[in-house]
T-cell receptor, first 115, second 111 residues
Framework: GAVVSQHPSWVICKSGTSVKIECRSL??????MFWYRQFPKQSLMLMAT?????????EQGVEKDKFLINHASLTLSTLTVTSAHPEDSSFYIC???????????FGSGTQLSVL | DAKTTQPTSMDCAEGRAANLPCNHS???????VYWYRQIHSQGPQYIIH???NNETNEMASLIITEDRKSSTLILPHATLRDTAVYYC????????????FGAGTRLFVKA
């Protein structure tokens, strides 16, 4: 079945550094990908919608300069957390829409810890 | 905002059917009902989706009321591994639609 690969699974970084998270659709083309963040014991919060070849659409309250999203190909979207701070520590999850299956497939998530 | 409401938590005995309700009274004609579940520290897993007819697959059954304002996910024989948070979502069936998650239902399957 369709698989979305998210990498890395976890990352620890120092405050002020940038972290890049990759999301790949392995056996299908994803014109639209979504990025979420999730705090402990809370639901997923949509951060942005990413369409291949165009700028991402960010949800209200999400800083576009802080969370850079690139969707350069039909199988890859990246989220870069720039100048990360401890409050950015969270579980980040990507998802990709598979038009053939009419389903949204999710990556396994990235746990980011900023020290 | 999420377009669905679900009970916060439910318990189910192992081997029994788990029936998880979802209200989506503002669902539009072109919106589907999707169910996902999330086990701790993992990405959500697709379970099933439907438009207006009842659906069944190897994981679960989805019962949608005739007016489409509510639905029920049925896990026919719950196991301990079915303990998870279950999310009911309504969205259109093309990529451009946003997928907004509500709080979900935390299902505890007990031995």
């Amino acid at each position: 079945g369709a698989v979305v690969s998210q990498h890395p699974s976890w990352v620890i970084c120092k405050s002020g550094t940038s972290v890049k998270i990759e999301c790949r659709s392995l056996d299908f083309q994803a014109t639209t990908m979504f990025w979420y963040r999730q705090f402990p014991k809370q639901s997923l919060m949509l951060m942005a919608t990413s369409n291949e070849g165009s700028k991402a659409t960010y949800e209200q309250g999400v800083e576009k300069d802080k969370f850079l999203i690139n969707h350069a190909s039909l199988t890859l979207s990246t989220l870069t957390v720039t100048s990360a701070h401890p409050e950015d520590s969270s579980f980040y999850i990507c998802s990709a829409w598979g038009a053939v299956n009419e389903k949204l497939f999710f990556g396994s998530g990235t746990q980011l810890s900023v020290l | 905002d999420a377009k669905t409401t679900q009970p916060t938590s439910m318990d189910c005995a192992e081997g029994r059917a788990a029936n998880l309700p979802c209200n989506h009274s503002t669902i539009s004609g072109n919106e589907y009902v999707y169910w996902y579940r999330q086990i701790h520290s993992q990405g959500p897993q697709y379970i099933i989706h439907g438009l207006k007819n009842n659906e069944t697959n190897e994981m679960a059954s989805l019962i949608i009321t005739e007016d489409r304002k509510s639905s029920t996910l049925i896990l026919p024989h719950a196991t301990l591994r079915d303990t998870a948070v279950y999310y009911c979502i309504v969205r259109g069936n093309t990529g451009g639609f946003k997928t907004i998650f509500g709080a979900g239902t935390r299902l505890f399957v007990k031995a």
